[in-house]
Every structure is written in C-alpha cells, then in structure tokens.
DNA sequence: ACAGTGATGTCAGTTACTGACATAGAAAGT
DNA sequence: ACTTTCTATGTCAGTAACTGACATCACTGT
C-alpha cells in the first residue's frame, strides 16, 4: 500500500474536467478541483502551469509525433506532400476516446480563456513543423504559408470529426483528405 | 481648462506598451502602468478588461469594416474573391503607424500570453467573416475552411509587412496577393 | 537502523481583477 | 446665480490565481 492514492495528475484532469463541464470555467477555483481531488491547490499547481493548461497537457507529445513524421518522409517527397505528412500523424496520434473529447471540446467551445490556450497550442504546432521543414533544407517563405494553412485545414477536419461522432463514420484522416481537396476547389476561383 | 487630463486611454495604451517594452510584459504590473500614466489602477480597469487588452484594444473597429466588406460586394462574387475582398479591407485599415506596429508585435513576439490574445482576436474575426458569408446564403460547409485560409494568409503577409519594413517597398495588399497566389502554386503538388 | 528522496502539505506573499462607495469639477436645468 | 445631475476618477476592501520557502513522512537503499 502506498502512502498517496495514485495517478494524480490523472485524478486532477477528470476533477477539473468535470467541473469545468457542472459550473462553467470561471466558476470553477483551483480549489475546488483539487479537493475534489483529495490534493491541495498547490499540488495542483505542481502538476499544471496554470488553471488552462490542465486541459491541454498531453500536447506536448504531439510536437514529437509531428517531427518525427516530418523527418520520416523521402527526401523526394513535396513540401505539400510532407505537411500532409505531418497532419495524419497527428490525426492518428489523436486518442479514439469521443465521450472525453466531445466533452473537453464543449467545455473549451464555452470559453474563450480556453480558446485562446488551444489556438496557442496549434501556433506552437505551426512552430514546430516549418522547423522541422526548415531543417530538411525546404527552402524558405513558402513553408510558414502552407503550414499555417495546413493547420486551419487539420483545425476544421477535427471539429467535424467531433461534431459529428457517434453519427458519422468517417475517420479523422478522411476528413483531413475531404477536407484538403475542398480547399483546393475553392481556391480555384 | 478641464478638470482632467485628456486621452486617458492613450496615455494608459502608450505606457503600457513602453512599459512591456523596457521590462517585458510579466514584470511590469497595471499599478505601474497606470502611474505613469497619472492615473490609478482602478481606472486602468475601466478602460481595458484586462492586462493584455490595452494591446489590442482597436481591433473592435475591424469587425464592423470586415462586415462591411463582405456586404459590399456584389451578389455575383464568388465566396473566393469575397474573403479576399475581407482581407483587403482589413490590410487597408491597418494605421500606417510602422514604429509602433513594429514595437508592438515585437512585444507580442516576446510573451506568450499576448499570443494568445492575438490568435483569439484572428478566432474572433474568423467567426465575423464566417457568418456574414452564411447571412449571404453561401452554402454551408466549405465556409469556414475558406476563411480560415484566408487568415492564415493574412497573418503571413501581415508579417511579413511588418518585417520588412524599412526595407522593402511592398505594400500589405501587394504581399497579400503575393502570398495568395503563392499557396494556389503550393498547393498543387 | 538510518540517512536520503520525493510527493505532498502549510503558509505567507504578490498581483490581477471586481464591486461598492466617495468626490469634485463640469454641464445642464430652472 | 443656484441647484441638480452627470461623469471620470479615486479609495478601499475583497477574491482568487499563482509562487517561493519550508515542513512532513512513508518509502528506498545501504
């Protein structure tokens, strides 16, 4: 028997989460959380940045999927075909569990706080991928440019993909493709 | 003679933003802004919601003219070009200010949670662009995508823009086109 | 047995932000 | 001219996010 209960930055996600859903964002004190907890707010505090990040930890292993996806591809591969690449892998890397992301987006959709945190997260992924494009020797002003658009089509893909749960059968890479070629369509005019 | 000093909220903008740029944004607190400005922290409140507002505060205008935009085009005018006319109508409202343009995303560049506000105020003017195009009655689910491209391309050619200043004698709509057509050729592969 | 380690607790402090009330000129009404 | 009302600001007390310093105590290895 150990002296703590276990996994509790695991237990501080759900307590937060839940509450986050029952009260509202705003209306929700560290405190609280961490009661719910069994833990202290500072503990909670050890364990997350700040009231946001708690909802977002977990991203931090996205940025090492994308590298190495990005740094897996054939050197003749397309700085499109790359970032395409790059966009399934997160896609894939992206856990298969509805019932907890439908909710953490409904809690984030509610509050702008929360919103600010995720579209940083993205702006860190955009950071990320044209490194790594940089770094393979792609050459220079394009990259930012179709990362940053390849972000707002994975953006868009992702919201369908969890707007349409439990309906829809269409899986998170398929969207991506849809939702790449309606791109191209409209662009053309 | 008034009993006031006038232009309180510029006085309060100006020493913020001089502030941030001389210690950073986190170490510089409002009670301090507000003293160099000759007024108290209670009324700093008054005038911007928070800290990081007094930055972006301004960027209200842009979603009356971005409606504006849209709602002036004429009725044949594909969504394409319509998002287009918004982005050209935001870069013509941007002040012809370059010193403090640049001061004031050099501060923005140095701390993540001015980021922040400067994605959810692009968030916010994709919902405006958005829904005025489904108020015209443009079919639904390809929308968002759009403009959400659209933007990235705004944010890139913005930046771009407020780096070569000085230099370069490319104007913001110029580099907007630019970076347009740019993504139609990257797109291809 | 005992010293060290690591996850947690306790506590005091700073600062962003808010609500309630006070004040003093300026403007407006009579 | 006198009074009332208006408005931008100040004062003050309070909440809650976040931080640093130090304490605790079961477990671990020697």
Redesign the interface.
């Known amino acids: 028997m150990s002296r703590w209960e276990p996994n509790a930055r695991g237990r501080l996600e759900q307590a937060a989460l839940d509450l986050y859903q029952e009260r509202g964002f705003e209306q929700t004190t560290v405190a609280e959380i961490a009661e719910r907890a069994g833990l202290t707010e500072r503990t909670f505090f050890r364990y997350f940045a700040d009231k946001r990040e708690v909802l977002f930890w977990g991203q931090g292993r996205l940025h090492e999927i994308v590298v190495n996806a990005v740094a897996s591809q054939p050197v003749t591969a397309?700085?499109?075909?790359i970032v395409v690449a790059a966009l399934e892998a997160m896609a894939a890397a992206v856990p298969d569990r509805p019932e907890f992301l439908q909710q953490r987006q409904a809690v984030i959709a509610q509050n702008?706080e929360l919103?600010?945190?995720e579209?940083?997260k993205m702006?860190s992924l955009i950071g990320v991928i044209t490194e790594a494009l940089q770094q393979r020797g792609i050459p220079g002003?394009?990259v930012?440019?179709?990362v940053?658009?390849g972000?707002?089509?994975y953006?868009?893909a992702f919201?369908?993909w969890v707007d349409e749960k439990e309906k829809g059968p269409r899986t998170l890479p398929q969207l991506l493709r849809e939702?790449l070629d309606?791109?191209?369509?409209?662009?053309?005019?």
Not at 182 to 189: D, H, M, S, Y
């Open positions: 397309s700085p499109f075909n702008p919103q600010e945190r579209l940083l702006a002003p394009t930012r440019l179709l940053e658009t972000i707002a089509v953006r868009v919201t369908r939702a309606e791109l191209k369509a409209v662009l053309a005019f």
